[in-house]
């Protein structure tokens, strides 16, 4: 079938989804029953090739950031918008940006992917760039162990062509520089100072981390203070005001500049990148403020125990009304014991206001080993939500959730005010 009938055929079903509010991949899964090799012909188009990230946490802000920042220093950028990172996405995605012929307007791909989609993906696109952010235990149901997911990224890492940016604080993902052989690599890390607040999984409970001498950072992550941070960039030291909020977000940060100065090179505009830096928002559900009835409403996606420690260290909980919400669907994961690796003690003082999502006994039993006072266990998240709200209309709320948990919560949320639908 000619690409231009399929590039139509595709488009049509795109919009039927949109008007019967379907899901953002049904064109893409379509479109690649019809035509496999549709986002590899496509892509190839780029003058400057795909960039992919991917890793447990962190992919969809960091993408975002990504993305802005070479669009800050001139470039012309497709991205999966969504937040869909499976290839059915990124193709669905390529569906709103071609025009009917199948040609794309931009200069280079930056793509969030799935770890495990991820391997598939390079398998008949190999990405220029590649950024791996972490590994951590997450849907083990779905991924197994972590050195199973750190063995998918580095096939991820192994395909691309060009330069390879690793996390140097991970040992998982800083060995995989180990494996390359065509890709540089570029590492981004973490001051010594600071390196306690962001734990991995081999060291939830105050064990030891390994003392090995690091190999040198691109871009450092010097210190921060709320949402002011400090990172070390060629050797001297650049303070930015941030609209990013929590530690991981701005850790992630310091992972985009190390990528987008790879991609930029020499003609990279230094002053652009920071005033560009200082203007990020966090991507939905990721830490993103909203307002409802005039009070703050922030969303933390959490999902495995370091994610979900350090979301609770990010904020000061005396400020808040919390709501936890936990799901286990196939797209969370089905094994929750994870939120026992997790403590709870900081919210002792402040107490949970309202425990929801499937999971929201669980939950509430893991809280109460911790000693954390429950306000009240409401499984259906809509009347959660409402609760949540009528008993404190007028001061901020913060909602820890897992993935589904917060893409109702959200919905829901965008019937009170206006939300982006998308990573723009």
Known sequence: MPKRHIVMLGKFVKRIAQLRGGGSALPGLFVERIDPHFAERTLGQLPQGVIVVSGTNGKTTTTKMVVKLLEGQGLKVFTNRTGSNFTRGVVAALLGDIDRHGRLDADIAVLELDEAYAVRFVETIHPRYTLLLNVMRDQLDRFGEIDTTAGMLAKVAQATTDTVVLNREDPRIARIANTLEIAATVYFGLSPTIRQFFPDDDNLRGAQGNDAPLPSADVLLSSFTGTTATFCVDGRDVTVSLRLTGA??????????ALVRSVCGESLDTARLYETLSTITPAFGRGESLMIDGAPCELVLVKNPAGFRLGLTSFDPASWVTMIAINDNYADGRDMSWLWDVEFESLRQSHVAVVSGTRAYDM?????????????????????LTKLISAHPNTPKRIYCTYTAMLILRKEIGKRTHLEEAIS
């Open 248 to 257: 991981y977000n701005i850790y992630n940060a310091a992972a985009a500049m």
């Open 364 to 384: 509430a039993l893991r809280l109460q080993y911790d000693e954390v006072a429950i306000g009240a266990i409401t499984p259906d998240l809509k009347a959660a």
